[in-house]
């Protein structure tokens, strides 16, 4: 923990949601998405940047117009800190107050929940005491450790989503492969009543044949 109070709000907030570009995974996308349709309707979101494809689809037509930056190609490979150091470099080049970042939090092999976790801004640094043990703080010390502070919590973001992922991914490929027994098992009974039915009929015309002749 970065022992920075992050609960500074700040008119201009921007929002970092983290997805993946993968899917079979269930509803974890559009859950993501609900959540921020909600607080979009709540308290209008300004500025955004879309980490992965399939929430960048799905909030496009609410709030594309607050797209500052989307990345892709993500989840097709296990995440890095570089690639959270990316990210983390990308948002700081925008103007904002705080920053907020959305992403499913793994609970456990059958649940997840979206969470949305405040990271500590430059004032929040600047104003706490612990910052100043160390010699000679200047902006750019707090700029560094800003950026730090944000990548990390960005690739706990990442490793939380693709946990979130692979566990609701196994959660829908179960429930596929169950649908798709029962629905072998029916057809299977229909296919066999369907011949028992014909062998029946077959029986009763040579029978009924027979009693003809005689």
Do not use: W
Not at 24 to 47: D, M, N, Y
């Amino acid at each position: 923990s970065s022992g920075i109070n992050a609960e500074y709000g700040g008119e201009d907030k921007l929002y970092i949601a983290i997805s993946s570009d993968r899917g079979l995974c269930g509803g974890i996308h559009s859950g993501l998405g609900r959540t921020f349709k909600a607080l979009h309707a709540e308290s209008p979101v300004k500025k955004s940047v879309m980490v992965g494809d399939k929430v960048k689809a799905i909030l496009i037509k609410t709030m594309g117009d607050t797209y500052l930056s989307t990345f892709n190609n993500v989840g097709k490979k296990q995440s890095s800190f570089s690639d959270a150091l990316d990210i983390a470099e990308e948002v700081l080049t925008y103007e904002f107050d705080s920053a907020d970042i959305a992403y499913n939090s793994f609970v456990n092999v059958v649940s997840y929940k979206p969470v949305i976790k405040a990271t500590p801004s430059a004032a929040n640094i600047e104003s706490n005491d612990a910052i100043f043990t160390y010699d000679e703080v200047d902006s750019e010390v707090i700029r560094c450790y800003q950026e730090f502070t944000l990548a990390n919590m960005i690739h706990h973001a990442l490793k939380e989503q693709e946990a979130s992922e692979q566990s609701a991914r196994m959660n829908a490929m179960e429930n596929a492969t169950r649908n798709a027994g029962e629905m072998i098992d029916a057809l299977q009974l229909q296919y066999n009543r369907t011949r028992q039915a014909v062998i029946t009929r077959e029986l009763i015309e040579i029978i009924s044949g027979a009693n003809a002749l005689d």
